[in-house]
């Protein structure tokens, strides 16, 4: 309430200064202006840009460093470490590029103010001023961008044979997770075939869909290469894990991907910033629809490898949950597939379940 009434008194009195200049003008108007009047009135504004130009500067520096802690979150991959860098070397060019050209500005309408005494040169142009110019910032320009691209590069190349794979689905409004099983394959899938039950559209024909298996909480390894795999039902939507600096659309009707290594763990991060509660937290960073502020989507990092394949083991095959699925695994391939679900033995009623034809409109 108090930054509130703060902001409207500002407002106010910009808004009591600009009619008062109002004012001012239109009087000098009526009484009619000579050269003295203008060369006045020209240098009150000049000083005041200058003054504006000060402490504009200083409370834009005052703020950034204040509150730098609150914008710049830990970094917790190894990708992270490079996109931070490139992000804070082109902050450092923009930044030194804007304070130039804003002290530049309004050091010119200062100093070349009005004065009756005084005209303009003219320059019809300069070669040289005009090179130096454009060659320097396609310069810069040029090594941000291929350094950018190297860096991104890396991160959409293939991921190694070894890393960890996870299928992310965003729908509105919320995420889930898909896991391979022990053969550490995901199952084909087909939009065709999804149903209330079946979110995945998983294609049960296929084999390695017999033991993947459903999460509401993004596990992730600490120190092991992982490799998101990305889609969506039905609009765009975008993952954002910003603690491991990843960010990647969504798109309904494809495939992206997004490969990183993670370096803290949650117990790590908790222990860094000091609070016993921290979780990481994946969101949505493409306004979805009305409820697009409820995609958050819970994220747990574990200590080790070995920690999370003992979660990975723990958890029950989407067959194994929906034994009523059962009836659209080709007869012949049921028993395989009851075994690679690890759904129990004495689920005879499951078993037994009579065939049924999936028709593909």
Known sequence: MLTLIIVLGVLLVLAILYFIFRIGNLVSLVKG???????????????????????????????????????????????GVVT?????????????????????????????????????DFFADNHKLEIVWTLIPAFVLALLIFSGLRAWSDITDEASKDAVVVEVIGQQFMWTARYPGKDN????????????????????????????FKSLELHLPKGKEVKLMIRAKDVIHSVFLPHFRVKMDAVPGMHTTFKFTVTKSTADMRSETGNPNFNYEMACAEICGRGHFS???????????EDYE??????????????????????????????????PADSQDAIQAAPVTVTLN
């Open 33 to 79: 202006k000579d050269d003295s009047d203008i060369s006045s009135s020209n240098s009150v504004n000049a000083y005041l840009l200058m003054l504006f130009m000060i402490v504009g500067l200083v409370a834009f520096f005052w703020y950034s460093i204040a509150h730098f802690d609150s914008y710049n979150l830990p970094v917790a991959s190894e990708h």
């Open 310 to 343: 003992n979660w990975l083991k723990s958890q029950d095959a989407w067959l194994k949950q929906n034994p009523d699925y059962l009836k659209q695994v080709p007869a012949e391939k049921r028993e395989a597939a009851i075994v690679k679900a690890g759904i």
């Open 295 to 305: 995609m958050r989507f819970p994220v747990f990092v574990h200590d080790s490898v």
């Open 185 to 212: 394959l995901l199952g084909k899938h087909n939009y065709k075939m999804i149903d209330a039950s079946n979110e995945f559209g998983l294609d049960l024909s296929e084999e390695h869909t017999w033991d993947d």
């Open 84 to 120: 931070d860098y490139l992000f804070w070397v082109t902050m450092a060019v923009t930044v030194v590029a804007f304070t130039l050209i804003f002290i530049v500005m309004f050091w010119f309408t200062f100093k070349y103010r009005y004065d009756k005494n005084r005209r303009a």
